[in-house]
């Protein structure tokens, strides 16, 4: 199947740093990926939608000005967090998509600290 | 907007036995309904998938799943659990048109024993 690999796998910032989550399609041209965040116990919050060439659909609540995403080609997407605060350690998980399924990346553990 | 509850947060199984996970979805158009298995700090693995095609899906790791429309349910099943298939097991549905945006159910941690 498609391999999507995200970057890095952890990750431990100070408050008030900012922290960039890449995602990259290996093997396929994904027009669309996917960030969610998973809090511990919990399931998978889809957080936006990346589109390449273009902005970014955010869910409801979620902050796009804390949370920017970036989609410059086929082939990655970045999220970038910013000012990161305590409550934003997560873990991240991004997803593209093929016609038919989404292909999902190993995931992100953030640490604010 | 669709969704998918998974009844039971936790589940436990005897090694050899069976294994039933149940997921109920909801979505005003024909869904796509989708398994996936996350082991700790790692993403997800497909575990199967329907997307209107045969209503009884087969998956990895001896993994099955049949999609009821009368009871709109999509339960996961495997005849005889192994230890390896302790894990969290989550239960998504997408519709077409979202461009395979997948809202996911809560997940169910599956437990066997020896």
């Known amino acids: 199947g498609a391999v999507v690999s995200q970057h890095p796998s952890r990750v431990i910032c100070k408050s008030g740093t900012s922290v960039k989550i890449e995602c990259r399609s290996l093997?396929?041209?994904?027009?669309?990926m996917f960030w969610y965040r998973q809090f511990p116990k919990k399931s998978l919050m889809l957080m936006a939608t990346?589109?390449?060439?273009?902005?970014?659909?955010?869910e409801q609540g979620v902050e796009k000005d804390k949370f920017l995403i970036n989609h410059a080609s086929l082939t990655l997407s970045t999220l970038t967090v910013t000012s990161a605060h305590p409550e934003d350690s997560s873990f991240y998980i991004c997803s593209a998509t093929t016609v038919i399924e989404a292909f999902f990346g190993q995931g992100t553990r953030l640490t604010v600290v | 907007a669709q969704s998918v509850t998974q009844l039971g947060s936790h589940v436990s199984v005897s090694e050899g036995a069976l294994v039933l996970l149940r997921c109920n979805y909801s979505s005003s158009v024909p869904p796509y309904l989708f398994w996936y298995v996350q082991y700790p700090n790692q993403g997800l693995q497909l575990l199967l998938k329907?997307?209107?095609?045969?209503?009884l899906v087969k998956g990895i790791n001896g993994f099955e799943a049949e999609f009821k429309k009368s009871e709109t349910s999509f339960h996961l099943t495997k005849p005889s659990a192994h230890m390896s298939d302790a894990a969290e097991y989550f239960c998504?549905?997408?519709?077409?048109?979202?461009?395979?945006?997948?809202?996911f159910g809560k997940g169910t941690s599956l437990l066997v024993t020896p």
């Open positions: 329907y997307t209107s095609a045969a209503t």
């Open positions: 998504a549905v997408s519709e077409w048109n979202s461009g395979y945006a997948l809202n």
């Open positions: 093997d396929f041209q994904a027009t669309t």
């Open positions: 990346s589109n390449e060439g273009s902005k970014a659909t955010y």
